[in-house]
């Protein structure tokens, strides 16, 4: 059983910058495949970007591509998520998740944390 606390989330002018964190309870989060996803408002939930259990492989969304970065301190069993250049286009309720396997699809991710929101102003 893994809980997920994602924090960070606030409004932002365009070009700015934001690190989101996912704090994780658990003993098996090492195991686990960390993911970052969003939803926007009358959107389907969407990938962000994903990195493995040990940190070594990460994978990104061609919208965040380049301004986005993954990563993971299993030492302090949280993922991060810094954003740069934001757009209001990324602007968004942001969700972290954790899967047994490497992947994108939403439907391999077993556990997800509340969410938080980032708004991005024009």
């Known amino acids: 059983q893994v809980q997920l606390v994602e924090s960070g989330g606030r409004l932002v002018q365009a070009g700015g910058s934001l690190r989101l964190s996912c704090a994780a309870s658990?003993?098996?989060?090492?195991?686990?495949?960390m993911g970052w996803f969003r939803q926007a408002p009358g959107k389907e939930r969407e990938f962000v970007a994903t990195i493995t259990e040990g940190g070594r492989l990460t994978y990104y969304s061609d919208s965040v591509k380049g301004r986005f970065t993954i990563s993971r301190d299993n030492a302090k069993i949280t993922v991060y998520l810094q954003m740069n250049s934001l757009k209001p286009e990324d602007t968004a309720v942001y969700y972290c998740?954790?899967?047994?396997?490497?992947?994108?699809?939403?439907?391999?991710?077993?556990?997800w944390g509340q969410g938080t929101q980032v708004t991005v102003s024009s």
């Open positions: 658990g003993r098996t989060f090492r195991r686990y495949t």
């Open positions: 998740a954790a899967s047994p396997l490497v992947g994108t699809s939403t439907g391999l991710y077993d556990y």
